[in-house]
């Protein structure tokens, strides 16, 4: 009996070491106007220990008695543990949401100066916005179009308001950019694009006997049909023999030619030929074996030289007497006019390919440069006009030959004293 109430002793003096130590505990961590009362919850006396261990003595055996002591122990110190986490050991408010970091669901208000927290509905949109759908997830983007108005049976405008006054008053500022750039193009700070000029190439040919056919065409001469014709007026041949380039042959021309051949000249774009005897001047088409497709009447007393438009249409022939034709095809075969310039022989007549000029050189060491202009309308007749005069060789053996540049208003002159002259204005 003595045992048992020693070790009852050992008990209370264990209960009141660890009651001692709660309320060490409680005050240290709040007053006493936090535990008033011995009803109030959490409240913890050493008489209620007394108390109940008394009470319990009372029971029916004694194992009951150490259960219930074992048992009210541990309460005892889990009441303890809770205190103390209550009190001393308290957690800080956590600073995640999930495993994201808090500070990643705050923005900075710059006008109120203050971090806002974003909800998660307004984290859902941001993240619809950044994918680049749409903010609301209710919203429909393929909802089918709902026309606001009817346009059937529909015969007045949406407006009918009044044309405003500022669409018939000229744009000011347009006006001074036109002005800005007429005086840039005036001063030349503005450069309009000109193409580059190809190198001109000529083709040089020393037989005066020989006859081409010029035509411009990528900076050289071209030979329309691979033809050309020479005259031969003594020998075995007598008459104008064809040579063809491109199966390198020669024949005569097929044609019987009435008197002695002077010279021929080829249509620029027709297959015709054009040959001058002394007293007239025929056209042969080569396509053709027959007689002569025209026959001019010059009425001169011998023909010298001949040359014709490059619009193919009218012929310039040049005689011995000093007299030159104008020959307008279209019109009749006489001449449409004669002019007399020279006192002494025409040696030859050329026409600018170009411009509207034609020249004539004689044996009187001149040539003359005349203005012919030709219409396209057929009703309107050639306009000639004589312009100048050109002196420049020695009066012996005169001017034997003139020729105009294919592009530029130059003619060269060839004389009897051995020197060819380049006449530019």
């Not at 971090?115 to 950044?130: A, F, N, S, T, Y």
Request: with cysteine; hydrophobic share 35%.
């Amino acid at each position: 009996m003595t045992k048992r109430k020693s070790k009852g002793a050992d008990d209370d003096k264990m209960i009141e070491s660890k009651s001692k130590n709660v309320e060490d505990l409680i005050n240290e961590s709040g007053t006493d106007s936090d535990y008033d009362g011995d009803s109030s919850r959490g409240s913890l006396n050493s008489d209620d220990f007394d108390s109940d261990i008394f009470d319990s003595e009372d029971g029916d055996g004694e194992s009951s008695q150490d259960d219930e002591l074992r048992d009210e122990g541990s309460e005892l110190d889990e009441a303890v543990v809770e205190e103390s986490d209550s009190s001393e050991d308290e957690v800080a408010p956590r600073n995640t949401v999930g495993d994201v970091p808090l500070k990643f669901c705050k923005i900075y208000d710059e006008y109120n100066d203050e971090e806002v927290e974003v909800i998660k509905d307004q984290r859902k949109l941001i993240r619809r916005v950044l994918k680049g759908v749409a903010p609301h997830a209710e919203f429909d983007q393929c909802e089918p179009y709902v026309d606001f108005f009817k346009y059937d049976d529909a015969i007045h405008p949406l407006s009918s308001a009044p044309e405003p006054k500022r669409r018939f008053i000229p744009s000011k500022c347009e006006a001074e950019k036109v002005v800005m750039y007429v005086r840039a193009l005036q001063e030349g700070l503005i450069k309009l694009y000109k193409p580059e000029e190809e190198r001109n190439v000529y083709l040089l040919w020393v037989a005066s006997i020989v006859t081409w056919l010029p035509d411009e065409l990528h900076g050289g001469i071209k030979i329309r049909h691979f033809k050309l014709s020479t005259v031969m007026a003594s020998g075995e041949t007598r008459g104008v023999v064809l040579h063809q380039l491109s199966k390198k042959k020669t024949q005569r021309l097929p044609y019987k030619i009435h008197g002695l051949s002077v010279c021929t000249v080829f249509h620029p774009s027709l297959s015709y030929i054009f040959v001058a005897t002394k007293k007239e001047v025929r056209v042969y088409n080569l396509l053709k074996t027959g007689l002569a497709a025209k026959k001019l009447k010059t009425g001169l007393r011998e023909i010298s030289s001949m040359a014709i438009h490059p619009g193919g249409d009218n012929l310039i022939v040049g005689s011995k007497e000093g007299k030159m034709c104008w020959f307008d095809l279209d019109l009749s075969s006489k001449p449409y006019k004669t002019l007399k310039n020279h006192p002494k022989d025409i040696t030859n007549v050329a026409v600018h390919q170009s411009y509207p000029l034609f020249a004539s050189c004689a044996e009187d060491s001149t040539a003359y440069v005349f203005h012919g202009m030709v219409y396209n309308d057929l009703n309107q007749n050639p306009l000639i006009v004589p312009l100048e005069i050109l002196r420049g060789h020695s009066s012996k053996g005169g001017v034997l030959d003139c020729k105009f540049h294919s592009r530029q208003p130059w003619l060269f002159t060839a004389g009897a004293d051995s020197i060819i002259k380049l006449y530019c204005h």
